[in-house]
């Protein structure tokens, strides 16, 4: 079992441990998930993600080989901008979503899920035949600060963050790596720096008045009021981006075609038109878990809950679903050991984005 860094930190703040990704990493701490949650939303919260994995592109090809990697022009990308993209398989499924920042003419981060920090490596340094770049997988720590007082906390502590827009990244020093973003739907910064300066920079953010340690059980039901998919759960290889509803993260100069991996069955797939569709839903009552069927008035399956659970801002449960597309606008139940569970559809984010633009 992998641990980041901070292992012996997230313990002696108090946190239950437990397995994500192949890694020991916190899911919470004596504050409790839902106070947690409430403090992301109105302060600001810490979390470790040094378990996700950093790769740069570099190289005089740089670009056209990200091009190929991912479903974008990545040529026209501003250095300093950050990108939400995927690599896709042969047959447009998603092997991982992720946000690729170009760091200059010629260099790019990715910043991939820690589920799929192997393949996704593999599947980048398989590629790279016949290109001109160099792949250089990064071990660094890596914090996400976020909330509405991410930016004063920073600020306190030194950090020149206030000039960045949202989706957008920097090194502010050799080895480090700052962007304003994050996945909770709140504003905030992922911070990456040499492995060494991880503890003592985590020290000091928590430090502040403002901050507090956030668990994966927190940061889980901020995303999922945030409407944000979660890879392994939301989307896989075996979904589209189209049916994940995440079609708006390829220009539409790309869906008809291009010389990126999947553009072929990506286009034909567009034309086709979807067969399954991402929906929100809510329920009255107790949370509605991943897995557990969709069916209609007669029972019949027509979906499935990919995520669920209950959201401390939004008072209530809450999920997203994968359900067929000539369902969708019929009436919904959840399958509960048997009892159908009435779910009304709900158009995500759950809880609105409070993104600095």
Partial sequence: MNRTPLYQTHVDAGAKMGVYAGFEMPLFYSLGVKQEHLHTRENAGLF????????EISGPEA??????????DAA?????DGKYTFFLNETAGIIDDLIVTRLADDRYLIVANAGCADKDLAHVQSHAAGFDV?????????????????????????????????MTGKEPQEHWFVSRSGYTG?????????????AAISAKLVDHADVEWIGLAARDSLRLEAGLSLYGQDLSEDITPHEAGLIWAIAKDHRSGGEF???????????????RMRV???ADGRPVRGDTELVNENGDVIGVVTSGGFGPTIDGPMALGLVNVADADAPIFANMRGKHVPMTRAKPPFAPHNYKR
């Fill in 134 to 166: 160099t792949v250089s997988p990064i071990e660094r720590g890596f914090l996400a600060l976020q909330g509405p007082k991410a930016e004063a906390v920073l600020t306190d502590l030194g950090f020149e963050v206030a000039d960045m827009a949202f």
């Fill in 76 to 80: 026209s990308q501003s250095v300093g």
């Fill in 261 to 275: 991996i999947g553009a072929d069955a990506l286009a034909t797939k567009i034309a086709e038109g979807r067969k």
């Fill in 280 to 282: 929100g839903l809510l």
């Fill in 48 to 55: 470790d993600i040094s378990h996700m994995q950093h790769i």
């Fill in 186 to 198: 709140e504003d905030g910064f992922e911070i990456g720096m040499p492995v060494d300066e991880l």
């Fill in 63 to 72: 670009a056209t080989f990200i091009s190929k990697l991912c479903p974008y």
